[in-house]
């Protein structure tokens, strides 16, 4: 069996080629909520927040079985047999199939009783049923495909998977300016032509992949000693999804109690360009994890701690370049870009911006974890630390505090689970937990510490318009990658600088 070797031109081929996907994606994805908030108006953006929410968390699972996916198909690619990719795809799609069964039974069954425990005024409430039911056979279809989805990362095919995903984008903005034509039941047809853009691109990705890969030809074998194996594995990543969703879902809840729809929209909006900016290291995250997972299947944990520590500082550095503008000029981004910015959005936005860099320092860490294939203590301590916001925030909510203490609470108890992480991980690769904070955590304090402050002080000075926007963005992406260059670890540095010279010569 050949040794898998990570390859550090794939991966920037890869991400280069996801970038532009989600360059052109986030551009028509963000036009395309503020269409749809235009069309729709707050109240029913707001409903369509909620309802939409708490049907998708019926797939709060879902993440774990594709995590299992991406985790045995890279391994099995890592190990270089084709056969076990074949069993391990074959065993997963029969779990699959069990899932999504339980979340149509359970999911239908149990709808119209949720939307009636919300606050959804009286006039929208039919049409709160339709987004419901329309959102979970859209969860159904996302997750049937996402074990295709997992075929094409696994083979560091970004090809087709970015060109499907511009092709759905373009759906949605079209069903968005549909939505002007109709005079009446829009929320209805909103979630109708949403669930038939998602057929369209997931049934064309199946298609793609069963006709190029050899390993999606697979017989359905019932194989009891594997499926208890990843049934293992998905139990306890099930722990932490579902942890999650309660998390997002009770943290909805308690700003529908207390604060009403609008609040659940400035959420949804706050999310909106949160996700937008998450795609920046998400797309890097889909080239790197194949290898991460790869090199430890191979038996290559030195490289595999090196990958972890390279992909912690490069994700962290290519949130903050875009956070820190972001962060410094919220205000007039969402005004330019909403035509009705909901009350505390924000101040929404700035702590969900805080929390999204302390939880990208937890992806790489995971990605190890998944590799090893031991979760327990890593999901059980995860979930004690996610489920502790509900209570928190309650008593805050109900002592007066603004809908933004929630986020603060949540990026507090995120920080402490990037440092009990790397404990759980120690446990099984001998690595310098030392050595990882030297190379990670000091080098990311000063580039904040020294980007954040000059940044700010030159916000002062430059006005609040559009080409000051522009002078905002250029400073801080040049006193970042300054402080960058400064503070890295000289073994990333070096790896940064070889990959600039490999491609200027190219």
């Not at 009403?260 to 889909?286: D, L």
């Amino acid at each position: 069996m050949a040794k898998y070797k990570s390859d550090r031109k794939r991966v920037a081929k890869n991400t280069v080629l996801l970038y532009i996907r989600m360059i052109i994606v986030m551009g028509v994805s963000l036009f395309t909520s503020r269409v749809i908030l235009e069309s729709l108006g707050v109240e029913d953006y707001g409903v369509y927040n909620i309802v939409g929410g708490i049907a998708y968390s019926f797939g709060f699972f879902s993440s774990a079985l594709t995590n299992a996916i991406q985790r045995y198909l890279s391994f099995g690619h890592g190990e270089g047999s084709i056969e076990k990719v074949r069993n391990y795809l074959s065993i997963i799609t029969i779990i699959f199939l069990i899932f999504c069964g339980i979340i149509a039974v359970a999911g239908g069954a149990a709808g119209y009783w949720i939307v009636s425990l919300l606050n959804i005024p009286a006039h929208l409430f039919s049409s709160a049923i339709w987004i419901y039911y329309t959102t979970l056979v859209s969860l159904i279809i996302t997750l049937l495909c996402s074990i295709f989805d997992s075929v094409l990362i696994a083979r560091e095919d970004m090809n087709v998977y970015a060109y499907l995903s511009i092709a759905e984008a373009a759906f949605k903005l079209g069903i968005a300016y549909i939505l002007f034509s109709i005079p009446s039941e829009r929320l209805i047809v909103y979630g109708l032509l949403s669930l038939a853009a998602t057929a369209i691109v997931k049934t064309s990705i199946i298609i793609y992949t069963y006709r190029k890969y050899e390993e999606c030809k697979f017989h359905l074998k019932w194989n009891k000693s594997k499926i208890r194996e990843i049934y293992g594995f998905i139990g306890w990543n099930g722990l932490g999804t579902a942890s999650f969703a309660i998390n997002e879902q009770g943290i909805n809840i308690l700003f529908n109690l207390f604060f009403g729809p609008v609040v659940n929209a400035a959420r949804g909006i706050s999310y909106q360009v949160s996700s937008a900016i998450n795609n920046f290291t998400s797309n890097f995250f889909m080239a790197m994890n194949p290898q991460i997972i790869k090199t430890y299947a191979a038996g290559d944990y030195k490289d595999c701690v090196r990958l972890m520590q390279q992909a912690s500082i490069f994700s962290f550095f290519l949130l903050w370049l875009i956070c820190l503008p972001v962060m410094l000029r919220r205000d007039y981004i969402l005004n330019i870009w909403l035509t009705d910015v909901p009350d505390c959005t924000s101040q929404l936005l700035l702590w969900i911006l805080v929390y999204n860099l302390i939880n990208i320092l937890t992806q790489p860490q995971w990605t190890v974890i998944r590799a090893i294939g031991k979760l327990k203590r890593y999901m059980i301590t995860g979930s004690i630390l996610m489920l502790a916001t509900i209570p928190v925030g309650y008593t805050g909510l109900k002592t007066g505090l603004p809908p933004q203490s929630i986020i603060i609470v949540m990026s507090a108890l995120r920080l402490m689970y990037v440092c009990v992480s790397l404990t759980n991980i120690r446990r099984y690769i001998d690595f310098s937990i030392r050595g990882y904070v030297k190379c990670v955590f000091l080098p990311i304090a000063a580039i904040v510490l020294i980007s954040a402050s000059s940044s700010i002080v030159a916000d002062f000075y430059i006005p609040d318009n559009f080409p000051g926007l522009i002078m905002v963005v250029l400073f801080t992406i040049a006193i970042s990658s300054l402080s960058m260059i400064m503070f890295l670890h000289k073994n990333i540095r070096t790896s940064i600088l070889t990959t600039i010279k490999h491609h200027i010569k190219r």
